[in-house]
């Protein structure tokens, strides 16, 4: 029987801070897209995706919804996950809402986070918050 040996390329944390304009949005998924790429063995394209959906919508959310002027993102690769964690200056926790279905107000983000990631966590202190979402590589 013959070992094949892969070198995982786990990589080291990825640190992004923003600062609360929407464009920083774009910024997280550029960032995201960047650090997928890295990665070896390479993340299937449909893990990537959730990835990349799961940090526009928690930067999406430090954005609009808390409180502060700034926030960060980081990225970090295990063998079998990607956890995202999303910190801002709010300590209040995400807020579950009635989805809107005519479009105006949005809602379906938080639930779509927990449904994709396999672990959810919020952690608040007088600092802020921490969101963080770990993902099936």
Do not use: Y
Request: glycine letters at 8%; proline letters at 7%.
């Amino acid at each position: 029987m013959r070992t094949h040996h892969v070198r995982l390329n786990t990589g080291p944390p990825n640190h992004m801070a923003f600062t609360k304009r929407p464009e920083a949005v774009a910024q997280a998924r550029e960032t995201t897209r960047t650090f997928m790429s890295t990665l070896h063995p390479a993340v299937d394209a449909q893990a990537a995706a959730s990835v990349e959906l799961v940090v526009s919508e928690l930067v999406t959310n430090a954005v609009r919804h808390a409180r502060g002027a700034a926030g960060s993102l980081c990225l970090q690769a295990r063998a079998d996950s990607i956890t995202v964690d999303v910190m801002d200056a709010d300590p209040r926790p995400p807020r579950e809402r009635t989805p809107d279905l005519t479009g105006g107000t949005g809602g379906f983000g938080w639930p779509m986070v927990r449904n994709l990631a396999t672990a959810v966590a919020v952690t608040t202190g007088t600092s802020g918050k921490t969101v963080r979402a770990v993902l099936p590589r």
